[in-house]
């Protein structure tokens, strides 16, 4: 077991950011959080990094418990906070001599882990940290958690405010120092990205509200879900909130996912009532349920 | 939709030093669009965009925001405007209604009508048990939906807003942009960036910045399409660096 979490809670003054929560990291697993703004993500994140103490319960990372072997802990962990906290008044490659001088070891030593990304920054190398883009601040800050090859990767939402493109490509990378052999803790609001992860876990208000792998997510779901389509989208998501019978209605890109209460639920009366809203290019089809819709449902 | 420009665009650049930050871009936007202004980290957006709120001045081109020249009538610019974004919205240790007293000054409204905006905001959002709570103490989507509606206190005619719904919860995202929706029925322009495919689709038109060019420009519809493919994300990828959709 790479990271075990048992019964951890944190409060700050009266609120909970982290209540009660339990989970295993199996070695060489990319596992994923996937919670919004103020779930308890990062409290967890600083939790087991041993830069926070929890009020309860216990935790060890890679065999070390946090509280007694925290120093054990932080020699074999990288960390990448959500914020960048590089030196950004340091260059690109002063950064990544400082973090590998610190852990005593080199670029050179540990160069093949980072090569994939540090060529795509090396151009550059000679710039100030805080003159790069957001981008390329990423992978800067993921070639300095990596330099003295960790066994465990802490990565606190490494891809908010990346455009679609880098998100793409890093987590092509993240697969890749998976086959490293390295063991990933990611947090992420981007659902779309939970599929990308072995096991995730869903987590709202300090509270896990479903472990498994993304796959069984999906399948377990019971609700079955609609795909409604119209010329005007905005009049369409207005009408259907006002069906008697709807359960759910959210936008979902260019449809909008309708489920509802009724166990005899009759898509062509929806499409009738529809239709005598004026609506036209109607279309309703059943549709595969997605992380995000599991999600709005918890 | 009504064809009155709120935006006009032309040949707009910027450098800074040896590099060309915005590349003559040239478009323009329509009364009560929601035009959605996407772009890799870097593409340029963050540039253009200060240019069109008056607060960076081109290296030349024009651009006319709400009847005003960036250039040469900024202030009118940034009165004329509504401004968002998910990095600065409103100040922590204020209180909700000292939020928007302040802002209410800051757009130049009176006395008179702060007060009776405060209301209708507070009652329009439902925050009467919280108006006199610290901004701090409030959930992250409920303050993501007030400082919209502090942005929308001077009635503008377009308001800009720069990755509105960064980190925010699936079900508040989408309340945000029913709010967006209702807003441009109003006829309020709405110009929005984020890097959120599926909020791209809710756009009214998308443009598509790469190394400081507009590469693409037109309705989600009509740019899937043209690269046939069937979201956004995968015209996004396309474009934004020609990586092929998977």
Not at chain 1, 17 to 41: H, M, T
Not at chain 2, 212 to 241: C, T, W
Request: with cysteine; net charge neutral; aromatic share 10%.
């Amino acid at each position: 077991m790479s990271i075990k979490v048992q019964n951890i809670s944190k409060s700050y003054n009266k609120i909970k950011a982290v209540d009660a929560i339990s989970f295993e990291v199996n070695e060489g697993e990319i596992f994923g959080l996937i919670g919004p703004d103020g779930a308890g993500k990062t409290t967890l994140f600083r939790i087991l990094t041993t830069l926070l103490f929890a009020d309860e319960g216990t935790a060890s990372v890679a065999g070390f418990d946090v509280i007694k072997q925290y120093k054990s802990i932080r020699n074999c962990v990288g960390y990448m906070p959500g914020k960048f906290s590089l030196y950004q008044d340091l260059t690109v490659e002063e950064n990544l001599t400082f973090f590998a001088t610190l852990f005593g070891t080199s670029i050179e030593e540990n160069y093949d882990l980072i090569k994939d990304i540090y060529i795509q920054i090396e151009p550059f190398k000679n710039r100030r940290a805080g003159a790069l883009s957001g981008g390329m601040k990423q992978k800067l800050a993921l070639c300095c958690a990596l330099i003295h090859k960790p066994k465990v990767l802490f990565l606190d939402e490494p891809t908010t405010g990346v455009d679609p493109v880098s998100r793409k490509e890093f987590w092509q990378m993240l697969k890749r120092l998976q086959q490293k052999g390295i063991t990933i803790l990611v947090s992420t609001p981007y659902m779309d990205e939970a599929a990308l992860c072995d096991r995730i876990a869903l987590i709202q208000k300090g509270s896990i509200l479903k472990i498994d792998s993304p796959q069984n997510i999906i399948e377990k779901y019971d609700k079955t879900i609609y795909d409604v389509r119209a010329k005007n989208i905005y009049q369409l998501l207005i009408d259907l909130k006002n069906y008697p019978s709807q359960y759910s209605v959210y936008a979902f890109g260019e449809s909008i996912h309708y489920t509802d209460k009724e166990t005899e639920f009759d898509p062509a009366a929806l499409e009738k009532y529809l239709e005598e809203k004026k609506h036209t290019e109607i279309a309703i089809r059943i549709t595969i349920p997605t992380i995000e819709d599991v999600f709005m449902d918890l | 939709m009504n064809q009155e420009k709120i935006i006009t665009v032309k040949n707009l650049t910027k450098e800074f030093g040896s590099f060309t930050a915005v590349d003559s871009i040239s478009f323009d936007v329509y009364k009560g669009e929601i035009f959605g202004f996407l772009g890799a980290n870097g593409a340029g957006k963050t540039t253009a965009m200060k240019m069109l709120i008056g607060i960076s001045k081109p290296t030349s081109g024009e651009a006319i925001v709400a009847g005003f020249d960036v250039k040469n009538q900024a202030e009118m610019v940034k009165k004329s405007i509504g401004y968002m974004s998910q990095k600065f919205s409103m100040y922590d240790d204020l209180t909700i209604k000292e939020n928007i007293t302040f802002f209410g000054g800051i757009y130049g409204l009176s006395r008179a009508q702060i007060k009776e905006k405060t209301a209708q905001l507070i009652q329009e959002l439902g925050l009467h048990d919280v108006a006199d709570k610290l901004v701090k103490s409030l959930p992250q989507g409920w303050k993501q939906k007030l400082s919209f509606s502090v942005a929308l206190l001077h009635e503008p005619k377009i308001v800009f807003l720069d990755e509105p719904t960064g980190g925010v919860d699936p079900i508040t995202r989408r309340q945000f942009w029913e709010m967006i929706y209702a807003e441009a029925h109003k006829g309020t322009t709405l110009f929005v960036t984020t890097h959120y495919m599926d909020e791209a689709e809710y756009c009214d038109r998308v443009s598509i910045m790469v190394e400081g060019k507009i590469e693409a420009l037109d309705s989600p519809k009509n740019l899937k399409q043209k690269y046939h493919v069937d979201s956004m994300n995968d015209v996004f990828l396309k474009l934004a660096r020609n990586v092929e959709a998977p």
